[in-house]
């Protein structure tokens, strides 16, 4: 692909995108929002909706890799899906694991 092809505006969103996920990871990570914050907060949600599963669960507290891929396994979720991607099955097995029910729509 040639980058002198896309727009500019494009490629500023993107960028704005990519900091704005790298950012709730980080967040994750250090304990600054709970899972829970994340999928109640409508804006933080949003962008979890379009993120890989398995981002989101090795970024969680003293969680890895290993963690998220074994979780997913036990769930039966493919390592490629993203949270807006899961079926009704599997959000109910990955939101009774966390204890989230309450955000099952």
Do not use: W
């Amino acid at each position: 692909m040639n980058l002198q092809n896309i727009p500019l505006q494009d490629i500023e969103n993107a960028r704005k995108i990519r900091k704005i996920r790298s950012g709730i990871k980080k967040d994750l990570k250090t304990g600054k929002i709970s899972l829970n914050e994340a999928f109640s907060n409508t804006l933080i949600y949003n962008n979890l909706k379009e993120m890989k599963l398995i981002d989101i669960l090795s970024s969680l507290p003293k969680k890895g890799r290993i963690y998220a891929v074994n979780l997913m396994k036990e769930i039966d979720i493919s390592k490629c899906k993203k949270i807006g991607g899961l079926g009704k099955k599997q959000r109910l097995k990955l939101f009774t694991h966390f204890g989230l029910e309450k955000h099952l729509l």
